[in-house]
């Protein structure tokens, strides 16, 4: 399958603990992006990558999250002193980004759904 | 803020007819737009995508934009039960892809 993985599929912590979540995009993609979705909601960004370079965070992602992208392959999202309130479920995207144009298509991995108790 | 709203429905229709969904983004600098279809519990499936002004086509799915209104929509000619989920719109220029809250279609038997 050639598809985004994400790893692990569910994640159970308590409150207080950190979580680490890993992303492969499809091979050929430069850019991956991190959403987090809620019930009833549409995907929230949080950060995106082109390469190993980050080049956007949410203002509305707090200190307690980050992600990195070191060799520009996988991405790990992980998330410091759990809240209750960070229990979502958290979506990788990748796409592929041709120089000096415009966002293409752009896909999703079945997602990690994660459950602060 | 760069916002795209979408009417959060439920819109309900019965099998075989059109169902019509519409988006509109706040950002005049967006140049991409994507229908992602979502079934519950499921991660987005992306269903089509359209960059220039005017309808496109796939199948039973077409997808309208109108830049100067701000406006994208989705038609689902000859509605089927398997077409009963959330439809996201999103749209992006050169970063992130921005996401409406979605439309939960019910198409019914």
């Known amino acids: 399958d050639t598809g985004v993985s994400q790893d692990p599929r569910h994640k159970i912590t308590k409150r207080g603990q950190n979580v680490t979540f890993r992303c492969d995009p499809i091979s050929e993609h430069n850019r991956l992006y991190w959403y987090r979705q809620t019930l009833g909601q549409g995907p929230e960004f949080l950060t995106y990558?082109?390469?190993?370079?980050?080049?956007?965070k949410s203002r509305l992602l707090s200190d307690r999250f980050s992600a990195e992208r070191p060799k520009g392959s996988f991405s790990t999202l992980e998330i410091q002193r759990t809240e209750q309130g960070d229990s979502a479920m958290y979506l990788c995207?990748?796409?592929?980004?041709?120089?000096?144009?415009?966002?293409?298509?752009?896909?999703f991995g079945q997602g990690t759904r994660l459950t602060v108790v | 803020q760069k916002e795209v709203e979408q009417n959060s429905g439920p819109l309900s229709v019965p099998e075989g007819a059109i169902a019509s969904l519409n988006c509109t983004y706040s950002d005049r600098g967006s140049q991409s737009f994507f229908w992602y279809r979502q079934y519950s519990g499921k991660s987005p499936e992306l269903i089509m995508f359209i960059y220039s002004n005017g309808d496109k086509e796939d199948g039973r799915f077409t997808a309208q934009l109108n830049k100067a209104s701000q406006y994208v929509s989705l038609l689902i000619r000859d509605s089927q039960p398997s077409d009963s989920a959330t439809y996201l719109c999103a749209s992006g220029s050169q970063g992130n892809l921005i996401f409406g809250k979605g439309t939960k279609l019910s198409v019914k038997p």
């Open positions: 990558f082109q390469n190993e370079a980050q080049l956007e």
């Open positions: 995207a990748s796409s592929l980004w041709p120089t000096g144009y415009m966002n293409t298509e752009a896909f």
